[in-house]
């Protein structure tokens, strides 16, 4: 049995980056910052901050591409993959980054914006003429 499940709750660095793959599938991306507060062995309170890479495929990614903003508290979880890359100049770079399966934002209405839940199985409306899109409640307040 294996096992690799990430979860984290911590504040966008930037707006999140919303593009569509050439077969139309949706990508988003985006930054999450996450604080640690310890005391060092003087006593004195520290903050280590540690960056995080996000991304969120189809349909949640078009929700997280419409919601979220920069400073958003959310909730993301996923899994975590190592992926390596050529740059601009053929160097080989290497990432870590979560690949999210569910997202819930934190903040409060008066914050960043509404609270609320979004993944990927969300309940769908459809309209009159047959077009399916997501609902979303940000006024949702079940926490999972």
Same mark, same amino acid.
Request: proline share 5%; net charge negative.
């Given at each position: 049995? =294996? !096992?690799? +499940? $990430?979860?984290? !709750?911590?504040?966008?660095?930037?707006?999140? &980056?919303?593009?569509?793959?050439?077969?139309?599938?949706?990508?988003?991306?985006?930054?999450?910052?996450?604080?640690? @507060?310890?005391?060092?062995?003087?006593? /004195?309170?520290?903050?280590?901050? &540690?960056?995080?890479?996000?991304?969120?495929? $189809?349909?949640?990614? &078009?929700?997280?591409?419409? %919601?979220?903003? +920069?400073?958003?508290?959310? %909730?993301? /979880?996923? @899994?975590?993959?190592?992926? =390596? %890359? *050529? *740059?601009?100049?053929?160097? +080989?770079? %290497?990432? =870590?980054?979560?690949? $999210?399966?569910?997202?819930?934002?934190?903040? @409060? $209405?008066?914050?960043?914006?509404?609270?609320?839940?979004? @993944?990927?199985?969300?309940?769908?409306?459809?309209?009159?003429?047959? =077009?399916?899109?997501?609902?979303?409640?940000?006024?949702? *307040?079940?926490?999972?």
């Amino acid at each position: 049995m =294996s !096992v690799n +499940k $990430a979860i984290l !709750v911590g504040n966008l660095g930037k707006d999140p &980056e919303l593009r569509y793959t050439p077969s139309g599938t949706a990508v988003c991306t985006f930054s999450l910052a996450t604080t640690d @507060r310890f005391k060092n062995k003087q006593g /004195e309170q520290q903050e280590r901050t &540690e960056w995080h890479n996000i991304v969120v495929w $189809a349909g949640l990614a &078009e929700i997280c591409g419409k %919601y979220l903003t +920069k400073g958003k508290q959310v %909730y993301i /979880e996923g @899994r975590i993959q190592n992926r =390596s %890359y *050529d *740059d601009r100049d053929g160097n +080989k770079r %290497y990432i =870590s980054e979560i690949v $999210a399966n569910e997202m819930q934002m934190l903040s @409060r $209405a008066g914050d960043q914006g509404g609270g609320g839940s979004a @993944r990927p199985t969300s309940p769908v409306a459809e309209s009159s003429a047959g =077009s399916q899109e997501p609902t979303f409640n940000p006024d949702d *307040d079940i926490p999972f």
